[in-house]
């Protein structure tokens, strides 16, 4: 990727030098078989998290920040960080493409925060740690990422590459789009009425389009010629790696369809591709057009 000529944002909200958050209190302690569930299925969450998350909520909010007391002073020159630099470069371009959309159907883009941490972090939708994966936070309008996901999309679920972790944050953005566009709060009002395995459904839904919104940001930075050659492959390796069907092979040996809430590799792959190539919102309606 050529994301050195991207814009850089100003939405990140970096926590990484707090440090690891500290212990989920009195919420739910996972282990063995039981986190690996949970990473499996939480990993690309997006339109609404509370179904992880309340599992291993409890802990108390993070402590204010000591008042007065100044920043050691700087020993040298700064050291480069191209990790953080992409995220930022990456958050900018997608703002870029969202804010001349939304200007196309005659509206305003509003971008999100994108919020960095290590370990654990508290959210408007409650106190997470990284075993979540990535994830948007409707009620605060945030981006949460943990820096070790995107180690483990490579090494752990073999989706090494530049473009493959820029999936990772156009599909969290696509939820935000959802959420401006009305789309979130409408599918959580259907969700509240229906049982297990229809909101199971209907998530599926709610994350195959994000990832086709994913897809459509990917359109517009190809046209802008900053994807190299191998980028597209890596970006679909990377949405065939999260699809729950391999996810629930791999931690559980056998695949429970009726429990998908992300969609299989072959729909995730399908969405991300249909908005590659068509470029437009509108082809993104998962409501009336997904498939098995």
């Known amino acids: ?20 958050g500290r212990g989920l ?37 993070p402590a204010a920040p000591t008042q007065g007391v100044p920043p050691p002073a700087a ?28 200007g196309q159907m005659g509206g305003a883009y509003h971008p999100p925060q994108l919020t960095l941490f290590r370990g654990a ?49 156009a599909h969290e953005i696509g939820h935000h789009v959802q959420n401006q566009l009305g789309i ?9 009425r229906a049982g297990e395995a229809q909101g199971n459904a209907l998530s599926v839904l709610v994350e195959l389009q994000a990832d086709c919104f994913a897809g459509v940001w990917g359109h517009f930075a190809r046209r802008r010629n900053l994807l190299e050659p191998g980028d597209v492959e890596s970006g679909l390796g990377a949405a065939a790696a999260i699809g729950d069907d391999r996810l629930q092979r791999q931690s559980k040996g056998h695949v429970s369809p009726e429990s998908f809430t992300h969609g299989s590799s ?20 998962t409501y009336t057009t997904a498939r098995p």
């Not at 039981?34 to 599992?55: H, K, Q, R, W």
């Not at 399908?270 to 993104?284: K, P, S, Y």
């Open 1 to 20: 990727m050529r994301w050195g000529d991207m814009r850089s944002s100003d939405n990140v909200d970096d926590r990484e030098s707090a440090g690891p």
């Open 25 to 61: 209190g009195g919420g739910v302690k996972l282990g063995g078989v039981g986190l690996v569930v949970v990473v499996a299925i939480s990993y690309f969450l997006g339109l609404n998290p509370l179904d992880v998350l309340e599992s291993i909520q409890g802990g108390a909010p």
């Open 75 to 102: 020993s040298g020159p700064a050291v480069r960080d191209e990790g953080k630099e992409f995220i930022a470069r990456v958050l900018g371009d997608t703002e870029d493409t969202w804010k001349t959309l939304f």
């Open 121 to 169: 972090v508290q959210s408007a939708c409650g106190r997470a740690s990284s075993a979540v994966g990535p994830f948007y936070c409707s009620a605060d309008n945030h981006v949460y990422l943990d820096r070790s996901f995107f180690e483990d999309l490579a090494r752990r679920f073999g989706a090494p590459g530049e473009f493959a972790r820029a999936y990772v944050i």
């Open 184 to 192: 979130t709060e409408k599918m959580a009002r259907q969700r509240a």
């Open 266 to 285: 072959a729909q995730r792959v399908r969405w991300f591709r249909a908005g590659l190539e068509a470029g437009d919102v509108r082809q993104c309606n």
